[in-house]
């Protein structure tokens, strides 16, 4: 069974940075398409970045040029990295496959910006 851990949430200020880690268990990390999504209070969840087996990426418009995706095959981690983070990127923040979520959602990391 596919088993996600997310950790690397908090509290941080308007233009702060905070890095995102999903460690995930349970499959061959290095053939699947992994995303990031978030899910803000009373809102759906979304996507906020994917990440290919062979490294491409994409982003929501939302996020474009302040949050970078990556992934370690050898360590069996995908990352977030977010800079320039701003109130409306509060949300719970999860990772699973892309384009379909089909692993079990783990209990996600909270990212809470606020002054």
């Known amino acids: 069974q596919v088993q996600l851990v997310e950790s690397g949430g908090g509290l941080v200020q308007p233009g702060g940075s905070l890095r995102l880690s999903c460690a995930v268990s349970?499959?061959?990390?290095?053939?699947?398409?992994l995303g990031w999504y978030r899910q803000a209070a009373g809102k759906q969840r979304e996507l906020v970045a994917a990440?290919?087996?062979?490294?491409?990426?994409t982003y929501a418009d939302s996020v474009k040029g302040r949050f970078t995706i990556s992934r370690d095959n050898a360590k069996n981690t995908v990352y977030l990295q977010m800079n320039s983070l701003k109130l409306e990127d509060t949300a719970e923040y999860y990772c699973?496959?892309?384009?379909?979520?089909?692993?079990?959602w783990g209990q996600g990391t909270q990212v809470t910006v606020s002054s």
């Open positions: 349970g499959t061959i990390f290095s053939y699947n398409n």
């Open positions: 699973n496959a892309w384009p379909s979520t089909w692993f079990a």
């Open positions: 990440i290919t087996e062979g490294g491409s990426t």
